[in-house]
């Protein structure tokens, strides 16, 4: 028996569409709920071509197989400081925010602490001399502590 053109096109379409079928069902799981079947904690990536590929995640991010993100802290603390502009200060565009801020904070005096300095008693003074020897005071107890220079 011979087929029509218009036969054999559906016969060919139909044999072609089973050829389809199977691949998809390979990866796709037909039991009703339309998952595709992937490697544990991978994520569907549309290719440059449209079709959607699994792969898995790479760089500075994990994936859990439960889908949960996430960036360790060596991540964040270790990336350079692109496009920093150092101010007075050693602190270099090449370094990580760690070693920046680790820099600054040696670079800050200890004069920023306000209880290194001796207690100085509210001022009594009766007259002008009076207060100058209480204000006199003040400044020598700030230079002690090193929080007023010589």
Same mark, same amino acid.
């Not at 991978?42 to 549309?46: A, E, H, R």
């Not at 007259?127 to 209480?134: E, L």
């Given at each position: 028996m011979a087929l029509s053109i218009t036969q054999r096109y559906y016969l060919t379409t139909a044999i072609s569409n089973k050829k389809i079928a199977d691949e998809i069902a390979d990866q796709i799981d037909l039991a009703g709920n339309g998952n595709i079947a992937m490697t544990s904690a991978?994520?569907?990536? %549309?290719g440059a071509d449209g079709v959607g590929v699994a792969v898995a995640v790479t760089g500075d991010v994990a994936i859990s *197989? *439960? %889908?949960l993100t996430s960036v360790s802290a060596a991540t964040v603390t270790g990336k350079l400081l692109t496009g920093f502009v150092a101010g007075a200060g050693t602190v270099a565009a090449t370094d990580s925010i760690l070693a920046g801020f680790n820099k600054l904070a040696g670079e800050m005096p200890l004069k920023l602490t306000a209880d290194i300095c001796a207690a100085q008693a509210n001022? +009594? *003074?009766a @007259? +002008?001399? *009076?207060? +100058? +020897? @209480?204000f006199n005071g003040l400044l020598a107890k700030l230079r002690t502590a090193g929080i007023l220079d010589t």
């Open positions: 991978q994520i569907l990536v %549309g *197989a *439960a %889908g001022s +009594v *003074a @007259d +002008v001399p *009076a207060m +100058v +020897v @209480d």
